[in-house]
């Protein structure tokens, strides 16, 4: 289990905080040396992460920097934007560029769901990453995925040549009815697909406990933290060859390296002391949004949804009312010219299509209007 550890590029540290390509480059160089140091190798970026940015950070502070034989690397290719055959070429040959890898450890369709899976048989991505393979630019080729099993068992049934299947697997969403993570699973292991993992601390909802949750595990572990917990619990599961952690500081790649030296499966009494804690998470967060940022990008009046979710899940812990402090973060971050305000939403249902967590982000943005703008 000990090098299951795989180094998640989507939120790497910033110097504005305002401005995700404003990536924190000496601190991401100082990270990477240290994982690498400690001895883990697996580095996961997108196409799209950082607005564009994060694969060509990679490159900065990891491609040019290191040996290519002492890591690997991984990344995707973005089913959403693809429109023509020829995207895809363009765009794997942009990746090999920004990167300056030479070649690809492991490619990935990005983000297969029931709406992006009609362009990958319809453009034929599939043969597209296997002949990559056939080429010797990719070494393994696998698709991440955000729908149902019943979907997941049909494309492995049509797709033999599929090595891995990456998929969002904590233990918040593992009998969760919008991810399924455990169905998910179930059917990587029935056709024998060595399982990448993805959110496996969902987003950070599972580094910062309520309360009553964190003292819990504290009295079990007390050298274990709360993303220690969650991480050991997907790297236990059979068939998982890798943990994929979004790493935003270097003190969270010393936590995250430091208890995967030595981390063991999880007992019988740790996993019920885990089912207690998703009962308090259930009570205490109102919208299980991750803050991957898919939602934002094609949003028509520019609705920063995961900075309002995260502000009133906040404001519903507190018990809200009108001199709840997140009313006033609110009114500042809306009244922002480059933010639409909740009640702008104009239900266009973009954001729920790509949303990987299946959130009625319509029926939210009301509920958010409500509770912000009417008090």
């Not at 990270?31 to 490159?59: I, K, P, Q, W």
């Not at 270097?250 to 089912?275: C, F, H, I, S």
């Not at 207690?276 to 299980?288: C, F, R, S, T, Y």
């Amino acid at each position: 289990m000990d090098r299951k550890l795989g180094f998640g590029c989507m939120r790497l540290p910033l110097t504005d905080p305002k401005d995700v390509k404003n990536i924190d480059l000496p601190q991401v160089e100082r990270m990477v040396d240290t994982f690498l140091e400690r001895g883990f190798t697996y580095f996961d970026t997108a196409y799209m992460y950082h607005d564009y940015e994060s694969e060509r950070a990679m490159r900065k502070a990891l491609v040019e920097r290191h040996d290519r034989a002492g890591y690997t690397l991984a990344t995707k290719l973005p089913l959403t934007h693809l429109k023509e055959e020829g995207d895809m070429e363009r765009i794997f040959c942009e990746q090999l560029e920004k990167t300056g890898a030479g070649y690809f450890d492991y490619y990935l369709l990005h983000n297969v769901n029931k709406t992006t899976a009609q362009t990958a048989d319809r453009l034929d991505a599939w043969k597209f990453i296997r002949e990559k393979k056939q080429a010797g630019l990719v070494k393994h080729i696998g698709f991440s995925f955000h729908e149902m099993p019943e979907m997941l068992d049909d494309i492995l049934a049509r797709h033999p040549e599929i090595e891995f299947v990456q998929i969002q697997l904590n233990y918040l969403d593992w009998e969760a009815d919008n991810v399924r993570s455990r169905a998910n699973y179930q059917v990587c292991r029935k056709y024998n697909k060595p399982v990448v993992v993805m959110e496996p601390v969902k987003g950070g909802t599972l580094a910062r406990l309520p309360g009553e949750g964190e003292k819990l595990l504290h009295s079990m572990h007390p050298d274990w933290s709360p993303a220690g917990w969650a991480v050991r619990f997907a790297a236990s599961l059979p068939g998982v060859f890798m943990v994929l952690s979004g790493m935003s500081s270097l003190d969270q790649v010393l936590d995250n390296t430091d208890y995967m030296q030595d981390a063991g499966p999880l007992g019988g009494g740790e996993k019920e002391a885990l089912r207690k804690v998703v009962d308090m998470i259930h009570h205490a967060i109102a919208i299980d949004c991750t803050s991957c940022h898919y939602c934002t990008e094609g949003c028509p009046v520019s609705i920063p949804i995961p900075a309002y979710f995260q502000l009133y899940n906040a404001y519903k812990q507190v018990g809200g009312g009108w001199v709840a402090p997140q009313i006033g973060q609110y009114e500042k971050l809306s009244a922002q010219e480059e933010y639409g305000k909740a009640s702008a939403c104009l239900k266009c249902g973009k954001c729920e299509n790509i949303c990987p967590q299946h959130l009625k982000i319509r029926a939210y943005m009301e509920q958010v209007a409500k509770a912000f703008e009417e008090n």
